[in-house]
């Protein structure tokens, strides 16, 4: 089956320590994004690639990292570096920029 | 200002009814709209795109009117199954970002 799966659906994150999220898509998209939702709000961008091995800055990157090695994948780290990163986060992928995009079934992310 | 505003509700209406929704945008320039569906603790999924034309998917309308500024998402002869947030989606015209509204919550009675 075609789709975008996320890994893993819950994490649990200590003080200090970076983790990283796992997004895969079998789609053949070119263009993917992550997003962090916290309770009330809408779905806020962090990064996004609109082909391998280029990425750019969304609304709230401090403190996350990505890559874009393979077309298929695009990890995100959330490094130690932000300070609150208790949230639902989730992946998506469009074929192209500008398109419709359609979301993995996200990660949520706790802090110990 | 947000650039895609929404009334969060909650709307409460019994099974059977008719509900709408709007959702108004501040980027004139914003080209893509959509309206997207989440259920509590889950992912958004596509619900329908929205065309200046309007459309209609079953029981789902939506419409916009780029005069005013806003979207509008009608349900009718609702079901329990509606009950969702449904969340509305600009795409910016200068970098492809899905620009969301925080949604409106619809619950369906029996």
């Known amino acids: 089956d075609g789709g975008i799966t996320q890994s893993p659906k819950y994490l649990f994150r200590k003080e200090g320590q970076n983790v990283t999220l796992s997004c895969e898509q079998n789609?053949?998209?070119?263009?993917m994004y992550w997003y962090r939702q916290d309770p009330g709000q809408g779905l806020r961008l962090i990064y996004y690639?609109?082909?391998?091995?280029?990425?750019q800055k969304g609304d709230i990157a401090e403190g996350y990292s990505v890559s874009r090695e393979k077309k298929e994948s695009f990890p995100l780290t959330v490094t130690s570096a932000q300070k609150n990163p208790t949230a639902f986060y989730l992946c998506?992928?469009?074929?192209?920029?500008?398109?419709?995009?359609?979301f993995g079934p996200g990660t949520r992310l706790l802090v110990l | 200002r947000k650039e895609v505003e929404q009334d969060p509700g909650p709307f409460n209406v019994p099974e059977g009814a008719t509900v709408a929704f709007n959702c108004t945008y501040s980027n004139s320039a914003s080209q893509s709209f959509f309206w997207y569906r989440q259920d509590c603790r889950k992912e958004p999924k596509l619900l329908m795109s929205?065309?200046?034309s309007g459309n209609e998917d079953g029981r789902f309308t939506a419409q916009l009117n780029r005069a005013s500024q806003y979207i509008s998402l009608l349900i009718r002869d609702s079901k329990l199954s509606d009950s969702a947030t449904y969340l509305c989606?600009?795409?910016?015209?200068?970098?492809?970002?899905?620009?969301f509204g925080q949604g409106t919550t619809l619950q369906v009675k029996p």
């Open positions: 690639s609109q082909i391998v091995n280029d990425f």
């Open positions: 789609l053949n998209h070119d263009a």
């Open positions: 989606v600009s795409i910016s015209s200068n970098t492809g970002k899905l620009i």
């Open positions: 929205v065309y200046s």
């Open positions: 998506a992928s469009s074929i192209q920029r500008f398109e419709t995009q359609y």
